[in-house]
């Protein structure tokens, strides 16, 4: 299984690119060191929810960094309905 190198920044990620520069040189598909040194990580994942939801329910992912990887979670969230008269 490959492993996907990302940061974040501004609770997004940002994908490792296929060239980087690195001491000086451009390094086309950089090896897992040269990735790390230059501040990214391997993205892990949570179980993804399997409780039924309800249609009123949403997954939301969002990332936790952790001292060596950044982890995608997840949590169930109600959906906030707007009433028919706000949207008129």
Do not use: C, W
Request: cysteine-free.
């Amino acid at each position: 299984m490959k492993i996907t190198y990302v940061k974040l920044e501004d609770e997004q990620l940002l994908y490792a690119p296929k060239r980087v520069k690195y001491k000086n040189r451009i390094i086309v598909s950089p090896n897992a060191r040269v990735l790390k040194e230059l501040g990214y990580k391997p993205l892990t994942f949570d179980s993804y929810p399997t409780e039924e939801l309800t249609e009123e329910q949403i997954v939301i992912a969002y990332y936790e960094e952790l001292e060596d990887e950044i982890r995608t979670k997840y949590r169930i969230e109600q959906i906030q309905r707007q009433d028919e008269n706000e949207l008129h």
